[in-house]
């Protein structure tokens, strides 16, 4: 199977659990735009960044947990001092790069902006683990409390290519466990259930004892 991720993600203990339990060979590969290896086949499955406009009713969506909200900052700037960043605190401040209203984040235009702020110019609003991948030396990051878009990591995957491989992946991700099945067992109907409580009180009910029989004396 091969996996595309998104940069900002740290999916390598599901890539270790994946190839410790099950048989499916794996290849992976680190992308600032794995959507676009899934269109173009190149990828089966892809961890990507929410909201995505290319996503479509062909694709399977499997939400794994929200990002934060996150500012980069040069790192002798006094902001630094402070350890949740708002818009009132950037007031006058050159802004780089901010998430757009749409939510669909540029990873490259991160890149391009995080490298302003090294040299010690302006601030850059995005997720916060994908400044902290991206983000060199000379920068530090905190939790920005502004109104942006929140963004999300999901697993994405073609409907048509639903495999045994693709869903042992998105189970290890969302926390099965080796003993833990895929699928949750069946409802019983109601008079199932009382079937099987009767079955279980007739189980539990004590056998009577069986009478010895007396020998006659000759």
Do not use: C
Not at 15 to 31: A, K
Not at 79 to 90: A, K, Q
């Amino acid at each position: 199977m091969r996996l595309s991720f998104v940069t900002g993600t740290e999916p390598d203990k599901w890539f270790t659990r994946f190839r410790d339990r099950t048989t499916h060979r794996l290849s992976v590969t680190d992308s600032a735009d794995p959507f676009a290896e899934l269109l173009d086949a190149r990828a089966d499955l892809a961890l990507v960044r929410l909201p995505d406009a290319r996503v479509t009713a062909e694709h399977h969506v499997v939400v794994l947990y929200p990002e934060a909200r996150g500012i980069a900052v040069p790192k002798d700037h006094e902001l630094t001092l402070l350890d949740t960043i708002g818009p009132e605190d950037i007031e006058g401040e050159i802004v780089n790069y901010a998430t757009p209203g749409s939510g669909e984040v540029d990873v490259e235009e991160v890149r391009a902006g995080l490298q302003v702020v090294a040299a010690n110019v302006g601030v850059l609003i995005a997720p916060r683990p994908l400044i902290k991948v991206l983000s060199r030396r000379q920068i530090e990051h905190r939790d920005y409390t502004g109104d942006v878009p929140g963004t999300e990591i999901a697993l994405v995957w073609r409907r048509d290519d639903d495999s045994e491989a693709i869903q042992d992946f998105v189970g290890i991700a969302k926390g099965r466990t080796p003993n833990s099945s895929r699928q949750a067992a069946p409802k019983r109907s109601a008079r199932e259930k009382a079937l099987a409580k009767q079955q279980r009180r007739a189980e539990k009910k004590p056998q009577p004892a069986k009478k010895q029989r007396s020998r006659r004396r000759r």
